[in-house]
């Protein structure tokens, strides 16, 4: 019964897949911090609610919107214009808004 040897060039692709798999493995850790988003925290005064957007008016700096759709209702639904409230969430991709996490009105 004859017996398959592996010929030169099986043995040199084999050769060159581990150092390409190396550098995957090294890179994704890379990639996957650069798109996390990072949670940054605002505290303000609410200008508005409408469905789930907020207006939000910062301590500092300029109004922006708030996206409410990753926040329960009920953490919300009692807000009134001027109320004071703190505000996690993370810059959307486009960066015209903020997405938030959590909404803690002060008390």
Known sequence: MPTMRNSGWAT????AIGPVLVVISLSLPLVCAATAQELLSFHGRVLFVAGTTMGFAPDSGSSFEVDLTRVDQSSYQFLNNGDSVTVVGYVSRDGNKVIAVSITPDQ
């Open 12 to 15: 040199k692709a084999k050769k």
